[in-house]
C-alpha cells in the first residue's frame, strides 16, 4: 500500500528540518508513541501502543536512515511486529522538504507500507482512508510542535487539555491509526 501525504508549516525550512531530524521530539507527534531509543549508527527503536478495531496491541519498530540530504530529502526502512508476533510490517519512507517561501516549508512524504498478519487483513481501501486521516493529525501536532498553538486548530489545543487519562484514551483511539502513516517519518 501507497501512502503519500503533503502540507505546509508556517516555519522557515532549516526549523523544519531540525525537528524532522530529532526521533524523540517527532515521537512526541504521534498518539500512542511510547518511547523512541537511538541505537547507534542511524538507527533507533520506537514502541507505539495501536487500536485498530478491536485490536489493541503495542507494535516494536526498528528504523534505520538510509538516505539523507540535509536539508531536503531523508528516506528511512522500518520493519516491525507486534508484540504477540500476530502482525508485521514493513515499509520504505521518504520525506521531502521544499521552501514554499522565507517562512513556509512544504512538507511531502510517502510510505510503500506492507502489513501481515491480523491487521494485514482490514481492507486496504479502509486503511488508506484512516491513513490519511492521521496524516492530517499528524500534521496538525507537528505544527504545533514546531509554531505553537497559533498555528493548530481549537481541536487539537484541546487534546492538550486533557487530563493524562484523557491524553492515554485519545492517544489509543487515534494512535493505530497515526502509526500507520506517519510513524515511518522518524528518523
Known amino acids: 500500500m501507497k501512502i503519500e501525504k503533503s ?28 518511547n523512541v531509543t537511538a541505537l547507534g549508527d542511524n538507527k533507533y527503536k520506537a514502541a507505539v501502543r495501536v487500536e485498530i478495531g478491536p485490536i489493541k496491541t503495542v507494535f516494536n519498530v526498528d528504523f534505520e536512515e538510509a538516505e539523507k540530504r540535509p536539508p531536503e530529502f531523508m528516506a528511512y526502512d522500518s520493519r516491525g511486529e507486534e508484540s504477540h508476533r500476530a502482525s508485521r510490517l514493513k515499509a520504505r519512507t521518504t520525506l521531502s522538504l521544499s521552501p514554499v517561501d522565507g517562512s513556509r516549508t512544504q512538507v511531502l512524504y510517502t510510505s510503500e507500507l506492507s502489513i501481515v498478519g491480523r491487521l494485514g487483513k482490514f481492507g486496504a481501501g479502509m486503511m488508506k482512508k484512516k491513513a490519511d486521516a492521521m496524516g492530517d493529525e499528524f ?49
Not at 508556517?10 to 517527532?26: C, H, M
Not at 505544527?143 to 486533557?162: D, E, K, N, T
Not at 484523557?166 to 491509526?177: D, T
Open 7 to 34: 502540507f505546509q508549516i508556517d516555519a522557515p525550512q532549516q526549523e523544519v528540518w531540525a525537528f524532522l531530524s530529532s526521533p524523540e521530539k517527532v515521537g512526541g507527534c504521534f498518539p500512542g508513541c511510547e
Open 139 to 187: 500534521a496538525q501536532e507537528l505544527r504545533l510542535q514546531i509554531v505553537g498553538p497559533s498555528a493548530a486548530p481549537a481541536a487539537v489545543q484541546a487534546r492538550r487539555g486533557l487530563s493524562g487519562r484523557q491524553k492515554a484514551i485519545a492517544a489509543a483511539l487515534v494512535g493505530g491509526l497515526l502509526f500507520l502513516l506517519a510513524y515511518y517519518l522518524m528518523r
